[in-house]
């Protein structure tokens, strides 16, 4: 199983930003063959079963959970074979940790949000915690 990499977490206060980042220390493995998601666990509760952001394989579809809408951004860069989520006037239940999956379901994320269960690899998250 590929391993994904994410970095980019931390402390912020609320309505401040992070940019976090997926990819991948795997050689010759490269994200642009996949949907892409971000899901999060907050504390003491089980990791979210729908993504909060994904993107599809070619980067023409992204989407978002509805309380992240207007806040957050996810974009894919394939030169460097990597996927960002832009977090922007974060607030305390943005606490969690974030992780980014790669899946390979034909229609992952094609205009319309995704769960889990449709993504293959995974990658052991990074902690975001916004502050009152």
């Known amino acids: 199983q590929v391993q994904l990499v994410e970095s980019g977490g931390g402390l912020v206060q609320s309505g401040g930003s992070l940019r976090l980042s997926c990819t991948t220390d795997?050689?010759?493995?490269?994200?642009?063959?996949?949907?892409i998601g971000w899901f999060r666990q907050a504390p003491g509760k089980e990791r979210e079963g729908v993504s909060v952001?994904?993107?599809?394989?070619?980067?023409?579809?992204?989407n978002y959970e509805d309380s992240v809408k207007g806040r957050f951004t996810i974009s894919r860069d394939d030169a460097e074979n990597t996927v960002y989520l832009q977090m922007n006037n974060l607030k305390p239940e943005d606490t969690a940790v974030y992780y980014c999956?790669?899946?390979?379901?034909?229609?992952?994320?094609?205009?319309?949000?995704?769960?889990?269960?449709?993504?293959?690899?995974w990658g052991r998250g990074t902690q975001v915690t916004v502050s009152s």
């Open positions: 999956a790669a899946g390979a379901v034909r229609y992952a994320c094609d205009g319309r949000l995704a769960i889990k269960w449709e993504f293959d690899y």
């Open positions: 795997v050689s010759g493995f490269s994200l642009d063959l996949y949907a």
């Open positions: 952001s994904c993107v599809n394989k070619d980067g023409t579809s992204a």
